[in-house]
Structure formats: C-alpha cells, structure tokens
T-cell receptor, first 116, second 112 residues
C-alpha cells in the first residue's frame, strides 16, 4: 500500500487566496483525520470523518476552514480566504476501527503551507 | 488544551545510552500511543498501550502506563543516531471519543 497520500507537499500563497489541500487515505480505512502542526500550538486535530461523515469539527479554527470527504478515497481541506497565521504543516491521517475503537493512525507526509 | 504533556522537552544523549521520555495526561483514557516524527516528515506510530495494560515491549522500546498517576514512559534502549527525532504521546479518550490528543513532544538527539 502506498500509505496516506497528500498533495501538494508545499504550498506558498498570498493572503486572501483560496487554498485546497488534498488527502487520499489508505484503502479500507474508515476514519480520516486532519491535523495542523505549528511550533507554538503543537499538533491540533481540526476535524475527523467516519465513513465519509464529519463527526467532530470542533477543532476547525474559523469559518474560513472547511473540509469535505465526497468518497472513501478522497478528502479536501479548504481555507478561504487564507491568512498568514494559517501558515503551518497540515497532516492527514487515516485509521481502521475494530471492536468499537480505533488504534493506530497512519499519517501522510504533510503539506507545508506558507501564506505571505 | 493538550491532554498529553511530554517531559523533558528536549533530551540529548550519546549513542548506546538509554533514553527515557515521560508523558502525563489529565483525564481517563482508552489507550495511550507513542509516535515518532523525523524532521520534515509525518508521524509514525511506535506502540500502543491500553488502559488495562501496565507494560509493553516492542524491540528496543519499552512503554509503561500508570493509570493511577495518569502517566506513561517510553524507554529506548541502546539508542542509535537514527533514533534522533521528536517523540509524541497521544491519548484516546474514553467512551466513543475517537480523537487522539497529542502532547508537544520530546526532541531526542542521539549523538554518534
């Protein structure tokens, strides 16, 4: 398996522009997570899906952030409009539930976003 | 707020020495997991310990869990330069909360 795939790996954009980050989870996994990592705040969970349905978006910082999962093999995280404080590394992770719990999360390589 | 808090924030040792990292958390958990992150990369799962377990081994890794003290430790024995990375503990909360809450990590440097 190729693991969790994220694109792009690096994104540099100007303030006010729309940014779309993409994720392909591991085939067969039923949970998908979006995280943001910064030096100041560490690794923060933004939103997670179960069977393509958003379960908890309490970590999404503002209405400027939105996430979708139209099917089991694709998810997007969109920021519109982007601001310099959104600069961070964004990770996608997927997991397979068993026995009513989830265990290991498999992380993608991340997208490094820089908003100028 | 962060559930898991690692200690120390940074640790520098010589190759061959053992490295111990600690994690404390605040609320009840289903399990606690340790992850490694090499610079510029995603996180890699190392080991999971469930709330009813006290100790677990995987190769050169040993994890302990003390639910009464709400703490865990990760021991890496006979460290290697390739072990240089950041190490994070993550807790999965009780009930149907499937979120993992990560600490800010311990940066381990193993000098050759």
């Amino acid at each position: 398996d190729a693991g969790v795939i994220q694109s792009p790996r690096h994104e540099v954009t100007e303030m006010g522009q729309e940014v779309t980050l993409r994720c392909k989870p591991i085939s067969g996994h039923d949970y998908l997570f979006w995280y943001r990592q910064t030096m100041m705040r560490g690794l923060e969970l933004l939103i997670y899906f179960n069977n393509n349905v958003p379960i908890d978006d309490s970590g999404m910082p503002e209405d400027r952030f939105s996430a979708k999962m139209p099917n089991a093999s694709f998810s997007t995280l969109k920021i519109q409009p982007s601001e310099p404080r959104d600069s961070a590394v964004y990770f996608c992770a997927s997991s397979l539930s068993s026995g009513g719990a989830i265990d290991t999360q498999y992380f993608g390589p991340g997208t490094r976003l820089t908003v100028l | 707020s962060q559930q898991g808090e690692e200690d120390p924030q940074a640790l520098s040792i010589q190759e061959g020495e053992n490295a111990t990292m600690n994690c404390s958390y605040k609320t009840s958990i289903n399990n606690l997991q340790w992850y490694r992150q090499n610079s510029g990369r995603g996180l890699v799962h190392l080991i999971l310990i469930r709330s009813n377990e006290r100790e677990k081994h995987s190769g050169r890794l040993r994890v302990t869990l003390d639910t009464s003290k709400k703490s865990s430790s990760l021991l890496i024995t006979a460290s290697r330069a390739a072990d240089t990375a950041s190490y994070f503990c993550a807790t999965e909360g009780g009930g149907s909360n499937y979120k993992l809450t990560f600490g800010k990590g311990t940066l381990l440097t193993v000098n050759p």
